[in-house]
């Protein structure tokens, strides 16, 4: 094969390359990440299910020493995760990541789409950044609308798996309703009456 | 009046004889035949790209995630075979379809890893991998000009997209101000044209669509009274800033084209930047309560300066659409400004006489630029 063709068969493979990588690459992540389980609540309660995804808050613990006023520190902010045991969600504290990461041994590192450039966060209270971000999880087309009443109605706890990689990214798993992974929860419902 | 019609007409001037007109008829069906294929041809691949992001938005739970990636991973290689081959044995058409829809779907594979990964990077990173990762093989590969068009459309969305939503105005505005520019360089850069098919071609044209694009929406900014030149950093696009690098850039490609490293183009062509630039930037040189009446005159201004231009250039089409365009301007600004009937009553009458005088100017000038050609013929 001369090196014309190699160089197409390059081109041509590159991106299943790239995203083949890309995917090894999340495996390998979630395949060392701790799993966490934390709760969850709307970020809009009138309107939880956004068409195909979930758009949610996680309901942090926080540890009780949490400043009120320690900021985050540039366009990262950091959180310590701490296991509290008995199946109890983690208890957190939230930081400048020069603070939180040499002294925590699970962590998870975010940083705001907005201050991808130069935006300072510098202001910005670490506790309000951790409590106000909203997070999209997807669910099946076809099991939406069942979703979408169960997650309405507020008699339900839901709750999330979330890993956290080594690098201190966050990848979500799981969902749970009252307990049960929600595809189980869904199955021991009973049939709605039709209408 | 149908192609045959007019060139029967033309026949019956003694300006064609018979066997010119059945050249130009066979021609012209051909290549209008080849042309209505190419449009089936990409409407079909577009449909298929849509159609499979449509599949995986469904997010079907029976399928294990698993099968699915691997499933759309084999299709990807399949189509990236399918082009190889096409492009070695000539196939074009074959070529093309395979190219567009493996861009496409590399950016439905996308989306499927954000689903099953849960990932919650930003629509704009997103975009970026995408358009990083499929710009090679297009840029060498491909030669159909929808899917240029395309890849144009998804260079700009990703840019706005990635500079909007991290509320980058400065960037944002560098990036609305310069790319119709940047394109323009791009398009009609004398070497570039010569080493690469299609692309500059392409370019140039949405570098154009994108400043009288840019120039016509100025008019709204005569709405918004400067009464403080500290409103600037009010809005993201505060333009006046970059008046001067801009009108500078626009007398650089002019240069550029007199040393004769830019294709040579008609003078009314060139003078289309620059009088864009200052059209653009206008609102934002001084200070100025709400006019929108100077705004309209503007836009009108503009629109008769394009048909100039189209006179100039060799497209009289676009002259038909500057008055057209004109027209409709003239009367949304009664509309617009008079309040009372009796205003919009006599606002109306003054824009259907100057309509109608418009009008028969520019069929003047038309009729005037025929007989010139058949004298020169």
């Not at chain 1, 991106?15 to 992540?29: A, H, I, N, R």
Request: charged fraction near 15%.
């Amino acid at each position: 094969m001369n090196q014309r063709l190699l160089f197409l068969t390059g081109l041509l493979l590159l991106p299943t390359l790239v995203l083949g990588s890309l995917v090894l690459k999340k495996e390998y992540d979630l395949s060392t990440a701790k799993i966490w389980r934390v709760d969850i609540g709307g970020y809009d309660p009138r309107d939880l299910l956004y068409g195909h995804y979930l758009d949610f808050r996680i309901n942090w613990s926080w540890r009780k020493d949490q400043s009120k006023t320690a900021a985050c520190n540039g366009a990262e902010c950091c959180l310590c995760l701490e296991e509290q045991g008995n199946n109890l969600p983690p208890v957190v504290q939230a930081g400048a990541c020069d603070v939180i990461k040499p002294a925590c041994p699970h962590f998870v590192i975010e940083r705001d789409d907005q201050s991808f450039f130069d935006y300072d966060h510098s202001a910005v209270v670490a506790r309000d950044f951790w409590q106000n971000r909203s997070y999209q999880y997807f669910i099946p087309e076809d099991s939406a609308p069942e979703l979408d009443d169960y997650l309405r109605d507020n008699k339900h706890k839901h709750s999330l798996d979330i890993r956290v990689t080594r690098s201190g990214k966050m990848k979500f798993d799981e969902l749970y309703i009252d307990g049960k992974p929600w595809r189980e929860f869904l199955r021991a419902q009973p049939p709605k009456p039709a209408n | 009046m149908s192609l045959r019609n007019k060139l029967q007409k033309w026949q019956a001037a003694g300006v064609i004889d018979a066997a010119a007109v059945e050249r130009i008829m066979q021609h012209e069906q051909g290549s209008g035949g080849l042309r209505f294929v190419h449009a089936m041809l990409a409407i079909g691949a577009l449909a298929i790209v849509l159609g499979m992001a449509a599949i995986i938005s469904t997010n079907w739970d029976f399928i294990p995630p698993a099968v699915k990636l691997v499933a759309h991973i084999l299709l990807n290689l399949l189509l990236a075979g399918g082009a190889f081959y096409a492009h070695q044995h000539g196939r074009n058409a074959a070529r093309e379809i395979c190219l567009f829809l493996l861009a496409g779907f590399n950016l439905t594979l996308l989306a499927l890893i954000g689903q099953i990964y849960q990932t919650q990077s930003p629509t704009w990173q997103a975009l970026t991998l995408w358009l990083m990762v499929i710009s090679p093989f297009l840029f060498v590969l491909a030669r159909a000009r929808f899917t240029v068009v395309c890849w144009c459309v998804a260079f700009m969305t990703t840019l706005l997209t990635a500079t909007s939503i991290l509320y980058q105005f400065h960037l944002l505005s560098v990036v609305t101000n310069f790319l119709p520019l940047a394109f323009l360089l791009a398009g009609q850069l004398v070497w570039l044209r010569k080493i690469w098919p299609v692309w500059p071609r392409i370019f140039a044209a949405v570098g154009y669509l994108l400043l009288v694009f840019s120039a016509m929406t100025a008019q709204m900014f005569w709405r918004i009274p400067l009464a403080d030149m500290t409103m600037l950093a009010e809005f993201p696009i505060g333009l006046g800033i970059f008046f001067w690098p801009m009108l500078v850039a626009a007398g650089l490609l002019m240069f550029a084209r007199h040393k004769q490293k830019l294709i040579a183009l008609p003078t009314s062509l060139d003078l289309l930047p620059v009088v864009s630039v200052v059209l653009i930037h206008l609102p934002w040189l001084f200070l100025h309560p709400e006019w929108p009446v100077l705004g309209a005159a503007l836009f009108m201004a503009y629109w008769a300066f394009l048909g100039w231009v189209g006179v100039q250039s060799g497209y009289r089409w676009l002259l038909s659409l500057a008055v057209v365009v004109i027209s409709i301007r003239l009367v949304v600004v009664y509309v617009e400004i008079f309040g009372s009937l009796l205003q919009t009553g006599v606002g109306l009458i003054v824009s259907g006489v100057l309509l109608i005088g418009l009008v028969l100017a520019a069929r003047k000038l038309l009729r005037r630029l025929v007989e010139k050609a058949g004298q020169a013929s």
